[in-house]
């Protein structure tokens, strides 16, 4: 079968397959397995949440439904969605997946993983940090953390970032696990070196934002 890469992410390449433009293929650079990532988002379709369908899975290789539409990041870069509204969109997403059984948490749920796909609406991607039996506060956390991050760094759309955290936190009002969610980022081997030494400073703008 045919593939071209279509993107790149931290951890993974993603390859469309065939011609009929209907699945990608997710390929971990690491060579981690995909069979709980697989099963998890089988059965959170069938509880009704939104994630990509899901073909098969094998060793690292993810095979997915082909999402179309841009990415809530790029949405908010092209200024086509406000950053209030994705914050909201965001706690929506979080409070949705927490009222479901299981005790599910996504864990990296940011304006990168949410695709926003036409009439279908919003899809969440990503669910390789995902874990069940986790207190939502944690997932709360680590979302509102991603945009702190952003919003203390240097880049021209931090201030829209501070205020989609807000909305976020807005809510989404609950218990934030924050030492914890800071103590999991300090650990991810993808950080850059200017993102471990911002991660202080973001820690504190949820602290105070929350």
Do not use: K
């Not at 390449?13 to 990608?24: E, K, P, S, T």
């Not at 971990?28 to 949440?49: K, N, P, Q």
């Not at 200024?79 to 965001?90: D, F, Q, R, S």
Request: charged residues 25%; glycine residues 12%; hydrophobic residues 50%.
């Amino acid at each position: 079968m045919r593939e071209e890469r279509v993107g790149r992410g931290r951890s993974a390449d993603v390859y469309a397959l065939g011609d009929d433009g209907r699945w990608v293929l997710r390929r971990y650079r690491d060579g981690g397995g995909t069979a709980r990532e697989a099963r998890l988002m089988t059965r959170l379709a069938a509880a009704g949440y939104p994630v990509p369908q899901v073909r098969e899975s094998a060793g690292p290789d993810l095979v997915l439904e082909r999402l179309h539409g841009p990415s809530l990041l790029d949405a908010l870069l092209a200024g086509t969605y406000a950053p209030e509204a994705a914050g909201a969109l965001l706690a929506g997403l979080l409070d949705r997946l927490h009222a479901l059984p299981g005790r599910v948490v996504h864990l990296d749920l940011h304006p990168g993983n949410v695709v926003l796909a036409g009439e279908r609406g919003p899809v969440v991607i990503d669910w390789r940090t995902a874990e069940e039996g986790a207190d939502p506060g944690l997932d709360r956390a680590m979302s509102a953390l991603l945009l702190a991050e952003v919003a203390v760094s240097a880049a021209p759309y931090a201030a829209g970032a501070r205020a989609g955290l807000a909305a976020l936190l807005a809510a989404s009002p609950g218990p934030l696990l924050l030492a914890e969610a800071g103590a999991r980022r300090a650990a991810d081997p993808h950080l850059t070196a200017a993102e471990r030494g911002a991660l202080g400073a973001a820690v504190e703008l949820v602290r105070a934002a929350g």
